[in-house]
Nanobody, 127 residues
Framework: QVQLVESGGGLVQAGGSLRLSCAAS????????VGWFRQAPGKEREWVST????????YYSDSVKGRFTISREDAKNTVYLQMNSLDPDAAAVYYC????????????????????WGQGTQVTVSS
C-alpha cells in the first residue's frame, strides 16, 4: 500500500477553479491506478475520475467531464485534479485513492478496488 495526502481544497466562487493534489509515499506509486472520489454531506461517496498508471488512460464521470482534468507526475509521486467551471454541486470532501495492478481488470469506478485512501480535502463553492 501507499500513503496518500490530498491538498489544494478551499473556498472558491462558482465558475472558479481549483487544483487538487494527491501526494503519495511508501510504495511503487507509478504502478498504481489512482482515482478521485467525493462525498457531500448527506450523500454517498461518488466516483469522479481515474487515471491509469503511466497516464495511459483517464476516465471521468458524466457530471465532471469537460470541466475536470486528471493528470499524474510520477517523478513527484503526485496526481492532480484540475477543476474548472466549478458549481455549488461540486462542493464536497474530495478523496484520492490508489488501486494496485492486480485490480486492473475490475471496474475502476468501484471504491473497493482502491486499497489506499487519503484523508480528504474540503472543496466549498459559493454561489
Amino acid at each position: 500500500q501507499v500513503q496518500l495526502v490530498e491538498s489544494g481544497g478551499g473556498l472558491v466562487q462558482a465558475g472558479g477553479s481549483l487544483r487538487l493534489s494527491c501526494a503519495a509515499s511508501g510504495g511503487a506509486f507509478s504502478s498504481y491506478t489512482v482515482g478521485w472520489f467525493r462525498q457531500a454531506p448527506g450523500k454517498e461517496r461518488e466516483w469522479v475520475s481515474t487515471i491509469r498508471r503511466s497516464g495511459t488512460r483517464s476516465y471521468y464521470s458524466d457530471s465532471v467531464k469537460g470541466r475536470f482534468t486528471i493528470s499524474r507526475e510520477d517523478a513527484k509521486n503526485t496526481v492532480y485534479l484540475q477543476m474548472n467551471s466549478l458549481d455549488p454541486d461540486a462542493a464536497a470532501v474530495y478523496y484520492c485513492a490508489a488501486s494496485p495492478p492486480r485490480y486492473d481488470s475490475i471496474d475502476y469506478k468501484r471504491s473497493n478496488v482502491y486499497d489506499s485512501w487519503g484523508q480528504g480535502t474540503q472543496v466549498t463553492v459559493s454561489s
